[in-house]
T-cell receptor, first 112, second 113 residues
Framework: KQEVTQIPAALSVPEGENLVLNCSFTDSAIYNLQWFRQDPGKGLTSLLLIQSSQREQTSGRLNASLDKSSGRSTLYIAASQPGDSATYLC???????????FGTGTRLKVLA | GAGVSQSPRYKVAKRGQDVALRCDPISGHVSLFWYQQALGQGPEFLTYFQNEAQLDKSGLPSDRFFAERPEGSVSTLKIQRTQQEDSAVYLCASARGMNTEAFFGQGTRLTVV
């Protein structure tokens, strides 16, 4: 059974810092991994999708890496801004299926 | 449409009442998912449609939960005889196909009193 863990659960940093959010999963037989952002009371916004054949994806100040063999992904946020404050969730489909299993998220607060 | 649209955004139901939650996916998206998100938790899978076919309903918590997508576009999640433990945010997502990027709606926050 796929289990997804995100560390840390919460993070508070001053504006301008570079930071790394971690996601680990137990079943490495995945199709892809997707990172989402969720603002309070809102739905999920897709940030990056990494296919299983890829090692990393970049979008603006965001870079996500994937190491299937070790069951890990990291989301790197460069030069953090207060507008980055949100909960960040990673999700992987369970082996052989399309059902995304989510971690419980990292609550990020960037202080001005 | 531009994105996944869900309605209503908020729903308060008395215990025992039936509710229906609507999802309008992105036009042309084959895959449609429903998730349930409790406060402080990640979303949990409820059910999956490929076009009008419900291929997986293993996440539905009980037989009080029912989902349909009769024409392969709009989907409705129905909860009969609501209970307090049904209180959560219900999220809908659509994707062009399997193994493609999933896009989520804003969710419907259901509160059962």
């Amino acid at each position: 059974k796929q289990e997804v863990t995100q560390i840390p659960a919460a993070l508070s940093v001053p504006e301008g810092e570079n930071l790394v959010l971690n996601c680990s999963f137990t079943d490495s037989a995945i199709y892809n991994l997707q990172w989402f952002r969720q603002d309070p009371g809102k739905g999920l916004t897709s940030l990056l999708l990494i296919q299983s054949s890829q090692r990393e994806q970049t979008s603006g100040r965001l870079n996500a890496s994937l190491d299937k063999s070790s069951g890990r992904s990291t989301l790197y946020i460069a030069a953090s801004q207060p507008g980055d404050s949100a909960t960040y969730l990673c999700a992987v489909p369970t082996s052989g299926t399309y059902k995304y299993i989510f971690g419980t998220g990292t609550r990020l607060k960037v202080l001005a | 449409g531009a994105g996944v649209s869900q309605s209503p955004r908020y729903k308060v139901a008395k215990r025992g009442q039936d509710v229906a939650l609507r999802c309008d996916p992105i036009s042309g998206h084959v895959s449609l998912f429903w998730y349930q998100q409790a406060l402080g938790q990640g979303p949990e899978f409820l059910t999956y449609f490929q076009n009008e076919a419900q291929l997986d309903k293993s996440g539905l918590p009980s037989d009080r939960f029912f989902a349909e997508r009769p024409e392969g576009s709009v989907s409705t999640l129905k909860i009969q005889r609501t209970q307090q433990e049904d209180s959560a945010v219900y999220l809908c997502a659509s994707a062009r196909g399997m193994n493609t990027e999933a896009f989520f709606g804003q969710g419907t926050r259901l509160t059962v009193v």
